[in-house]
């Protein structure tokens, strides 16, 4: 078993038949620790489904879970388990939390870890108003647009950076939660100077959100963000149309 070099925005892991974990993420990890098989996070109920749900035979599939209490004093975690088979002996698993608590807690706790090392009280509030403000900024690059019952567009704006992209994640793989998105729409157009951190922080939420089901676009690729693009092994699966104009008559003209 081994920890992936990739970071993904969820908790991550890579099974074989016997639900074996062959890699985790370090969200997986910082989550529910070192684990051996997959089924050990789970309650007893969920164990029984996910045997039921999660084989070969079914490529990829979705089914809600109850996490084991990372404390006695808690209570179970629902979340949304989503899994796509590889081949017939390996899966990718990708976990949701629908109660945000434990991931708030633990981003709470090393965001505290990170300022007991900033030694410079006296510059802390303003520091953490610019980082505020920086975010902020950040998360409306991205706005989620419904453009009709099933596409959403998500058009980018600005540079593609690694503060950017973990900026919207969350907000981002919400959305795409939403019940008949069966597609989404994202638009480079406006897109400036792309990091190569950046490139990979949104290569795995494009992973992630291929994983919960909707189908991937993405629009008005230059010659050389697609050269980027393709050194990170982006997924098959996503498909590439020239310009918004494009996408539209393609997916919403009636």
């Known amino acids: 078993m081994k920890l992936v070099?990739?970071?993904?925005?969820?908790?991550?892991?890579?099974?074989?038949?016997?639900?074996?974990i062959q890699?985790?993420?370090?969200?997986?990890?910082?989550?529910?620790?070192?684990?051996?098989?997959l089924l050990d996070i789970f309650d007893e109920d969920?164990?029984?489904?996910?045997?039921n749900w999660v084989n070969p035979e079914v490529q990829k599939a979705s089914v809600e879970i109850h996490l084991k209490p990372v404390n006695e004093e808690d209570g179970p975690l629902t979340a949304d388990l989503y899994v796509f088979w590889e081949n017939d002996l390996y899966a990718e698993v990708m976990l949701m939390m629908k109660d945000s608590r434990l991931i708030k807690v633990t981003k709470t706790m090393n965001q505290l870890r990170a300022?007991?090392?900033?030694?410079?009280?006296?510059?802390?509030?303003?520091?953490?108003?610019?980082?505020?403000?920086?975010?902020?900024?950040?998360?409306?690059?991205?706005?989620?647009?419904?453009?009709?019952?099933?596409?959403?567009l998500v058009p980018l704006f600005g540079d593609i950076t690694k503060e950017k992209m973990y900026a919207i994640e969350e907000y981002l793989l919400q959305s795409s939660q939403r019940d008949g998105i069966d597609r989404i729409l994202f638009d480079f157009t406006a897109v400036?100077?792309?990091?190569?951190?950046?490139?990979?922080?949104?290569?795995?939420?494009?992973?992630?959100?291929?994983?919960?089901?909707?189908?991937?676009?993405?629009?008005?690729?230059?010659?050389?963000?697609?050269?980027?693009?393709?050194?990170?092994?982006?997924?098959?699966?996503?498909k590439y149309i020239n310009s918004l104009q494009q996408a539209i008559m393609k997916y919403c003209a009636n």
């Open 46 to 51: 969920s164990k029984s489904k996910v045997e």
């Open 192 to 238: 400036g100077q792309v990091e190569r951190d950046g490139i990979q922080v949104f290569n795995n939420m494009m992973t992630s959100v291929f994983y919960m089901g909707p189908e991937v676009v993405l629009i008005g690729i230059r010659p050389e963000q697609a050269k980027q693009l393709s050194e990170m092994s982006m997924l098959s699966d996503i």
């Open 115 to 152: 300022r007991l090392n900033d030694t410079n009280f006296e510059l802390l509030d303003e520091k953490e108003k610019l980082e505020e403000a920086i975010e902020q900024n950040n998360r409306l690059s991205a706005p989620f647009i419904d453009l009709t019952e099933d596409t959403a």
């Open 23 to 37: 890699s985790w993420s370090q969200e997986a990890e910082d989550l529910f620790g070192h684990q051996e098989n």
């Open 5 to 20: 070099d990739r970071t993904f925005p969820l908790p991550y892991y890579k099974i074989n038949k016997k639900y074996q």
